[in-house]
Nanobody
């Protein structure tokens, strides 16, 4: 069993910064893609950013230039540095990992979510 545990959410004023962390633990052979998705109230879950095991990144247009995704492969941890936050960034943020849990099995795993609120 694999667990993804997020931390770092909270309330921040517009223009402020937050850093989210997500640590994967459990039966992990390897992790390919890790990333962050978000879901605002009444909206569908959307991709924020992803990073593969070689460090190649992908961002939603709405966060390019403001958010930075990174990972520490030794710690099975992914980070999301969020700068210049806007009210429209308010959402629940979910960590994602495509994780090899055995020699012949790869699972899509999700964290429980962490709330980010951008408001004055």
């Amino acid at each position: 069993q694999v667990q993804l545990v997020e931390s770092g959410g909270g309330l921040v004023q517009p223009g402020g910064s937050l850093r989210l962390s997500c640590a994967a633990s459990g039966r992990i052979f390897s992790i390919d893609v890790m990333g962050w998705y978000r879901q605002a109230l009444g909206k569908q879950r959307e991709l924020v950013a992803t990073i593969n095991s070689r460090g190649r990144t992908n961002y939603a247009d709405s966060v390019k230039g403001r958010f930075t995704i990174s990972r520490d492969n030794a710690k099975n941890t992914v980070y999301l540095q969020m700068n210049s936050l806007k009210p429209e960034d308010t959402a629940d943020y979910y960590c994602y990992g495509n994780i090899r849990t055995s020699w012949n099995r790869r699972d899509d795993c999700w964290g429980q979510g962490t709330q980010v609120t951008v408001s004055s």
